[in-house]
């Protein structure tokens, strides 16, 4: 024999009021501490994934800046503009000293800096 009640012989025919049944009687009988326990880590859950998703979008602008500048230095060293004024640029840019250093002694040409 299993462990059915008279009301799950009387409503199996109908799935959809057993359904709202089934939600209010866990409404009635679920522990507040449950409910509110349930309620902080969806609150959490969320809080965490937002910080996530403004951490990889800012570390993403991070590198997109980053990449804009050393193309825009490399372009400047293709043109002619002398090291002096392009670790300034760097400088004020704060790309640090050792990429301006391996940008200016590489022997790139323009068609590879326009590619990167």
Known sequence: MDNKGTADYKLEKYPQIMEEVDCMLREDY???????????AKKLVKEEAEKLAKEKVEKATKEAAGNEAVLMLRTMKQIGIPAEDIKKVASERNIPENVVDK???SSETKKEVLQV
Do not use: G, I
Request: glycine share 0%.
């Open 30 to 40: 679920e522990p507040k501490w449950k409910k509110e326990l349930r309620r902080e």
């Open 103 to 105: 940008l200016l002694n």
